[in-house]
C-alpha cells in the first residue's frame, strides 16, 4: 500500500487475502452469528455508499461563542460522540481506547492485522462484538506474538491519478464539514476506490479501513491509501505490518 497524508507520501507495497471467519455479533443483547464468505458485506460500491447515520455519530450542543472584540453569542455546535472500544484475544486484554461508535468488527479486524497479531484473515476464528460496551473478543488460531514489519519493495505510481483521488478525498466527509474533528482513510486501486473510514481518531480510522477491506476479500494488492492526519511512525508502521498479510496469502496461492 503507498500511504498519502496531506504533507507526505511513503511507498508500501501489499496485497491481501479474505479467509474464512466465524463472526459473532452482538447489538441489543442479541447475537448474530457471521460464518466464512457468508458474512462478507456487499460489494465495495454499497460499501463506499453505506456510510452511518451521521445522527448517530454527531449531538448538538449549547455552546458560547466569542468574538475578537469580546462580544459574545449563544449558540448550537456539532460534536463527535465518543465511545470505547477494548480488544482482547484469546481470554488476554490487549487494548482499550476511545472511538466513534460503529464499525467495531472492522476496528479490530484491521487492528489485528495492523498491530501483527495475525498473518492471514484464516488466523481469526471466531469474532464477538458487543455493540452496547464496545467490548470485542476475538478468538486466534495461534498463540498471541506479535510480529515486525520487514522491509518493503517499491511501487509505481500515476501522480495524475493520486491528485484525483486526494480532492475527492479531501471533498468526502460530511462528518469533517459538520464538526471538523475527525479523521478519515481511503483505500485505492488505479482509478477505483474500495473502501472508506472515519474516526475521530486517524489511528482507528485506518484500522477501521483496513478492516472494511479484509472483510470485504477485496484484492488490495498494488493499492494506495489515503489519510487525512500526519504518517508519524505508528502509522507507518501499521501499514508496513498489514504489508504482511498480503505477502503470506500470496505465498499460499502459490
Request: glycine share 10%; hydrophobic share 35%.
Amino acid at each position: 500500500i503507498y500511504t498519502l497524508s496531506l504533507h507526505d507520501a511513503l511507498p508500501i507495497w501489499s496485497a491481501f487475502f479474505d479467509g474464512g471467519v466465524d463472526a459473532r455479533v452482538r447489538h441489543d443483547g442479541r447475537l448474530k452469528k457471521i460464518g466464512g464468505n457468508a458474512g462478507r458485506r456487499p460489494p465495495w460500491r454499497r460499501d463506499m455508499q453505506d456510510t452511518r447515520n451521521m445522527r448517530e455519530q454527531v449531538v448538538r450542543v449549547r455552546a458560547t461563542r466569542w468574538t475578537a472584540d469580546g462580544r459574545s453569542s449563544a449558540v448550537e455546535e456539532s460534536v463527535l460522540t465518543e465511545g470505547e472500544f477494548s480488544l482482547s484475544i484469546n481470554g488476554r486484554a490487549v487494548d482499550r481506547h476511545a472511538c466513534m461508535p460503529g464499525d467495531l468488527r472492522e476496528l479490530a479486524v484491521g487492528y489485528l492485522c495492523s498491530e501483527g497479531y495475525i498473518e492471514r484473515m484464516g488466523d481469526i476464528l471466531e469474532i464477538e462484538v458487543d455493540e452496547g460496551t464496545g467490548g470485542v473478543s476475538v478468538r486466534l488460531a495461534e498463540p498471541v506474538e506479535r510480529r515486525e514489519p520487514t522491509p518493503l519493495p517499491p511501487l509505481e505510481w500515476d501522480p495524475r491519478v493520486l491528485m484525483e483521488h486526494s480532492r475527492a478525498f479531501l471533498e468526502r466527509s460530511a462528518l469533517f464539514r459538520e464538526t471538523g474533528s475527525v479523521h478519515s482513510a481511503l483505500i485505492v486501486r488505479g482509478t477505483e476506490p474500495l473502501c472508506f473510514a472515519e474516526d475521530l481518531g486517524r489511528f482507528n480510522a485506518l484500522d477501521k479501513c483496513l478492516g472494511k477491506a479484509l472483510l470485504l476479500g477485496v484484492d488490495l494488492g498494488r493499492c494506495t491509501l489515503f489519510t487525512s492526519g500526519r504518517l508519524p511512525l505508528g502509522i507507518v508502521l501499521k501499514t508496513a505490518r498489514a504489508d504482511q498479510i498480503g505477502r503470506a496469502s500470496c505465498r499460499e496461492r502459490v
